[in-house]
């Protein structure tokens, strides 16, 4: 990742030199583009490493050059990165102002699709499950709309500006989780899988596929059903210690629901919950920094 950041700030810095150099509108409005994007998968690196501060004020910065250059999708994105940051901080409203504005800015079909699952994970911190169902229910109008209108970021360059059909649904765990609603959280983690082995199906492993089966393994606690629990988190205790990392967060889910008063008198539950924790504790499964 640390890599990938240089990379990206290196383009930033350059096509900033080039900024200075020029004086033709067209070309301005390109530069700008460029320094938005570099910069705002700089901030997307920056939140993936924890380094929430610096990837908020990265965030801000490329939203300014995507207004200044006019880029309607660009801006939008950058604000639901923005809104992302701010519910992962405890501040909802803050995230669904930035929603709103970016609502009023996005392109019909994949940009307001994005917006609109970044919108119900915020109303979901905010332990609002209708505003959440509401944004769902919204997103998948949104859905179809991107049929017919190709956004420049989702299908014109794609990778970490794509929001695909299986993030969405992934997305639509987390919203689920955040409320504590079991069925539904095993409703769209199958449906999350189901997407990814269609977009992916050489990579069983790849940390998003093995997130959501720790997704389903906290659906089956939260439904009182601690061997499909069991089940499902298998294959991560299994993992090696380098492969960990970025998983530590959903696991700390499943242990916090194993505390929970329904297993207390559990001694199965309780095993379970030491060998999450030794998991967890490894010393490889802890960010740098």
């Known amino acids: 990742m640390l890599e990938e950041f240089s990379e990206f700030r290196l383009i930033r810095d350059q096509a900033t030199t080039l900024l200075d150099r020029t004086r033709r509108p067209s070309e301005l409005a390109d530069l700008q583009v460029i320094i938005g994007e570099s910069t705002a998968l700089m901030a997307s690196i920056g939140f993936d490493l924890g380094r929430w501060n610096d990837a908020a004020t990265l965030a801000r910065a490329s939203t300014m050059y995507a207004e200044t250059a006019g880029h309607a999708s660009l801006e939008a994105w950058t604000l639901g990165l923005q809104a992302t940051l701010a519910f992962w901080a405890g501040k909802p409203d803050a995230a669904l102002a930035h929603i709103e504005r970016g609502l009023a800015r996005a392109p019909s079909g994949a940009s307001r699709f994005r917006l609109r699952y970044i919108a119900a994970r915020a109303h979901a911190v905010a332990g609002n499950p209708q505003g959440a169902a509401q944004m769902l229910q919204a997103a998948q109008r949104d859905r179809e709309d991107a049929e017919g209108?190709?956004?420049?970021?989702?299908?014109?360059?794609?990778?970490?500006?794509?929001?695909?059909?299986?993030?969405?649904?992934?997305?639509?765990?987390?919203?689920?989780?955040?409320?504590?609603?079991?069925?539904?959280?095993?409703?769209?983690?199958?449906?999350?899988?189901?997407?990814?082995?269609?977009?992916?199906?050489?990579?069983?492993?790849?940390?998003?596929?093995?997130?959501?089966?720790?997704?389903?393994?906290?659906?089956?606690?939260?439904?009182?059903?601690?061997?499909?629990?069991?089940?499902?988190?298998?294959?991560?205790?299994?993992?090696?210690?380098?492969?960990?990392?970025?998983?530590?967060?959903?696991?700390?889910?499943?242990?916090?629901?194993?505390?929970?008063?329904?297993?207390?008198?559990?001694?199965?539950?309780?095993?379970?919950?030491?060998?999450?924790?030794?998991?967890?504790?490894?010393?490889?499964?802890?960010?740098?920094?």
């Not at 695909?164 to 609603?181: F, H, I, N």
């Not at 199958?190 to 992916?200: D, I, K, N």
């Open 149 to 289: 209108s190709p956004d420049p970021l989702h299908d014109g360059i794609g990778g970490e500006f794509a929001f695909s059909d299986a993030r969405a649904a992934a997305c639509g765990t987390a919203v689920w989780s955040g409320l504590r609603d079991g069925r539904r959280v095993e409703q769209y983690a199958q449906q999350a899988l189901r997407r990814y082995e269609l977009e992916s199906p050489n990579r069983p492993t790849a940390s998003p596929v093995l997130g959501t089966r720790i997704d389903l393994a906290a659906a089956r606690l939260l439904q009182g059903d601690l061997p499909g629990a069991e089940e499902h988190l298998v294959p991560i205790l299994a993992l090696p210690p380098d492969s960990r990392v970025s998983l530590s967060g959903r696991m700390g889910t499943v242990r916090r629901l194993l505390t929970q008063p329904r297993w207390r008198r559990s001694g199965r539950a309780a095993e379970v919950n030491s060998t999450v924790a030794d998991w967890l504790h490894d010393p490889a499964t802890k960010p740098a920094g």
